[in-house]
């Protein structure tokens, strides 16, 4: 074995669990260490898969329990690592996590910025969004946000849906190092130029009920690698 391919293991068993990353994050990386990569990740006794082309998932650590030891990809941290720096739950599926409507829709939704990935599972897609200013928020805000665009769809009104955001409930649905910084939030509102002035009026009414800023970590915060979930 040489010792590019050493080194790859050595990379690959510190990384935590649920860890994500493309073949380019990874440091030394050539095309030479492809098949060490493809050889690690079909060992049904290894932790790594194969998410997509040049996309992998570590799913546990060795420490880990014989019980936790299951070769299963976390989809949604997944979709929001493979959305890059400005992505988010869209849609239904926002709309959802936030807890302003209890119908869980069958294609989750996942937005970014510029032009989307293919998605590597048949339930999850991700659509185009045109904010650049979203590349600054953390992918909690930019769920907010969705959530904000498509309330006329929930359950609840508006009242209802402000207190279910201002009670801190929605961070725990949300989970995995879910973050939002109130200014931060409004400052990114401010860039969706083609929403009514009802979205508006809503972000500046829900900013001006939350907390200047607050969060919710977990271990699951910790398959943040290369490229962070939060801003």
Known sequence: MSDEAVELRV???QLPAQSFFFTDEIPGWSPSLRFTLARIATDPAHPLVRVSRGFFCKCWHQDSSPQDQARTVNVRL??????GEGGGAANWNALNLVGWTAQHPRRKDVGCVGRPPRSPWEHTRFVQRNNERRHELSWAEV???????????????????????????????????AEV?????????????????????????LSASMPDH??????????????????
């Open 11 to 13: 990379w690959i068993d």
């Open 181 to 205: 910084d109130t200014e931060r939030f409004r400052w990114g509102a401010e860039g969706e130029i083609r929403q009514p002035n009802a979205f508006h009026s809503r972000v500046e009414d």
């Open 214 to 231: 607050d969060s919710f970590v977990d271990w699951r915060a910790r398959a943040v690698l290369a490229k962070p979930l939060s801003a």
């Open 78 to 83: 997944a979709s929001l690592y493979l959305a």
């Open 143 to 177: 769920t907010l946000l969705e959530a904000v665009r498509m309330f006329e769809s929930g359950d609840l009104d508006w009242d209802e849906a402000v207190e279910v955001i201002t009670s801190g409930d929605y961070l725990g649905r949300l989970r995995y190092g």
